[in-house]
């Protein structure tokens, strides 16, 4: 009488409880990364986050509150990161080279991984035809290569925007990748019309301050609770399963002076466990290389 419901094909369902063992370096159970969002937007045109309602063109308001990000609120995240000596995965938009590139210089010279987040914030990925899409996605990882050293491994859809091509576009480019799925607590395997490996990492929707403290309007002390008690929980449930838990930030929203006070005190416990030997606090790729290396 029903007919199966479209699906992506990328990968089968398979229940947490039905998977093969394994643990990650030094018999950790829990990996935990950062994700620090590095983001530009266009002035007077395109898309953006707001603090308030978005307002005709050009949008001072939600333009300049997301630039404190850049100029301010991630330099003093880099500040609290150099003190816990706490490495992130740095989610770019490639036009922050034209903007501010000594940001990016900085996250380099920390030796943080380089991620690919497109060119702009301000453009939707999925709106771009196949073509554009591939040379979005080689674009970025050229760019990157030649203004960082190193190519991305990694990539992150601005607005998690995908089209139908994006995971064969990006084994096609030599990815490792997609944090785009934010379907599971372990990296998975993509299936891709080439069949060069493409993984899905953890990437968090709940665990990231956009969509709680912007649209659910969580204060920062709940919020620092929630990666506290969020971690806790994951600690403890991975002694049956090596787990991933992703925290995401943007630094126009943490960075700001009452919010990274409480950031602080969520990372301070993240780093005690890890001083502790019971977590791997990780960068992204280093979660893909391990898993990889085990051959499962």
């Not at 806790?232 to 449930?237: A, F, K, P, R, Y």
Request: aromatic share 10%; with cysteine; charged share 20%.
């Amino acid at each position: 009488m029903f007919s199966p419901l479209k699906t992506h094909n990328r990968f089968d369902y398979q229940a947490i409880h039905n998977r093969t063992g394994y643990a990650w370096p030094n018999g950790a159970r829990l990996a935990v990364y950062i994700g620090f969002n590095l983001e530009h937007f266009a002035f007077g045109e395109g898309l953006g986050a707001g603090i308030g309602p978005p307002s005709p063109q050009p949008d001072v308001l939600n333009y300049a509150w997301r630039e404190y990000g850049n100029r301010v609120g991630a330099w003093r995240c880099l500040d609290l990161f150099d003190a816990l000596n706490l490495p992130v995965g740095t989610i770019l938009n490639t036009a922050l080279y034209d903007h501010c590139p000594e940001l990016l210089t900085a996250f380099v010279q920390r030796g943080d991984e380089m991620i690919a987040h497109g060119h702009t914030n301000a453009v939707r990925q999925s709106v771009y035809t196949e073509e554009e899409e591939s040379q979005l996605i080689l674009g970025c990882q050229q760019r990157i290569a030649q203004h960082s050293g190193q190519s991305p491994r990694g990539w992150l859809s601005p607005w998690i925007s995908e089209s139908t091509h994006t995971p064969d576009l990006l084994a096609d480019a030599g990815y490792a990748y997609n944090l785009n799925w934010c379907h599971d607590d372990q990296p998975q395997k993509m299936r891709t019309r080439s069949g060069n490996a493409l993984w899905t990492l953890p990437y968090p929707q709940e665990l990231n301050d956009i969509p709680m403290i912007m649209h659910r309007q969580m204060d920062a002390s709940a919020f620092a609770d929630m990666v506290i008690d969020n971690m806790d929980e994951m600690l403890s449930q991975s002694q049956h399963q090596a787990l991933v838990m992703g925290i995401a930030l943007h630094p126009y929203i943490v960075g700001q002076p009452y919010r990274i006070r409480q950031l602080r005190r969520a990372l301070q416990h993240v780093c005690q466990a890890r001083d502790e030997g019971d977590i791997w606090l990780c960068k992204p790729g280093q979660i893909i290389d391990h898993i990889e290396a085990l051959n499962l």
